[in-house]
């Protein structure tokens, strides 16, 4: 999740038509269909839709302070990396320069580009899925996983202790509870044993929102996210609908994900054992994020759906507090 005010600033200047003279500046650097680029969703990038000789592509960009220019291209190295081993990703497109990526300053500010074309195929609902569908989504995800584990070179991506740094950044003051909770996670975690069997390279955010099912096979969207964890994070990440809708590790469904997922990587009972921890690794993070941007000034008037936002982040993070307060104080 960008800082809500990155977001306001862009996306204020939307049309009704959803065409933007910063998106539209940007992808002056790419060939495109003058006229066809539209406003598609913004969280932790800027999307656009836009088409160039009646093919569809995707512009992502970033502003400069939420990413740097380096972690992009790496994500860009690992793209093409995984290509290379046979995983279907959205491709990246070069531009007129030839560069994966692109750095543009703009009145709005500096930001760096990437474009993808765009994966044909559908796109599901959890709800949606039957137990071979959660099957076919592990499948695909130890298939990466495998790939990962693969690759030759071992690009520079967050680890976990990265990531508890930054969530221990935005721990509120006044919560013993919140604090407690990142202790026991950094203490717990930090004793994992690290193999090759268990940790590498994973995708951060393999929801359904992010994967395209095109017949028996399923291709993937959004590597910003990539770090390095246990694998078994990654099924956290991609299953967090599934266990906050109510279900558990004797679910069916879950059950299928993982007959998946052991179809193309190990994944043994110690490492099973770690998904509640890696839940509430997973939960925390995602707190930190909220809070990170949360930045909106309180004199200042915003328009209705940014309100919206926020009060919804903001309920998020209230209930998430209350649960962890509640945990520790019981214990």
């Known amino acids: 999740m960008m800082r809500l005010s990155t977001m306001a600033r862009v996306d204020s200047t939307v049309r009704a038509d959803g065409s933007s003279p910063v998106a539209e ?25 836009f088409r160039e000789q009646d093919r569809g592509y995707f512009l992502r960009f970033a502003d400069a302070s939420e990413r740097s220019r380096d972690t992009i291209d790496v994500e860009m190295m ?40 765009a994966l044909e195929g559908m796109q599901y609902e959890f709800d949606d899925l039957t137990e071979s569908g959660f099957r076919q989504w592990g499948t695909a995800l130890g298939k990466l996983h495998a790939a990962m584990s693969n690759l030759a070179d071992k690009p520079a991506r967050p680890s976990w202790r990265d990531h508890l740094g930054f969530a221990q950044a935005y721990l509120p003051d006044d919560s013993p509870g919140m604090r407690a909770e990142w202790a026991e996670l950094n203490a717990t975690i930090s004793e994992l044993p690290a193999t090759q069997e268990t940790y590498g390279l994973i995708h951060g955010d393999f929801e359904l929102d992010n994967l395209v099912w095109r017949d028996d096979s399923i291709e993937i969207l959004d590597f910003d996210d990539c770090s390095r964890l246990w694998y078994t994070a ?8 599934l266990f906050e809708a109510g279900g558990d590790t004797g679910d069916p469904r879950f059950q299928a994900f993982v007959d998946g997922y052991r179809e193309n990587h190990t994944l043994d009972a110690k490492s099973l054992a770690a998904l509640p921890l ?21 004199d200042e008037e915003y328009p209705e759906w940014l309100q919206r936002l926020s009060r919804k982040l903001q309920d998020r993070m209230t209930a998430y507090r209350a649960t962890i307060e509640s945990r520790w104080t019981s214990e």
């Not at 500046?25 to 990038?45: T, Y």
């Not at 997973?282 to 990170?292: E, G, K, N, P």
């Open 25 to 49: 500046q940007i992808l002056e650097r790419w060939a495109h269909d003058r006229g066809s680029i539209r406003f598609f969703r913004s969280s932790a990038n800027f999307i656009y839709r």
């Open 78 to 117: 690992i793209l093409d990396a995984l290509a290379q081993a046979g995983i279907v990703i959205a491709t990246p497109v070069v531009s007129k320069q030839g560069n994966a990526v692109e750095t543009i300053d703009t009145e709005w500010g500096t930001f760096h580009a990437v474009v993808f074309s």
């Open 234 to 241: 990654d099924i956290a990440f991609a299953l967090r609908d």
């Open 278 to 298: 890696f839940m509430r690794y997973v939960d925390l993070f995602t707190y930190a994020r909220i809070a990170r941007s949360m930045d909106l000034g309180a």
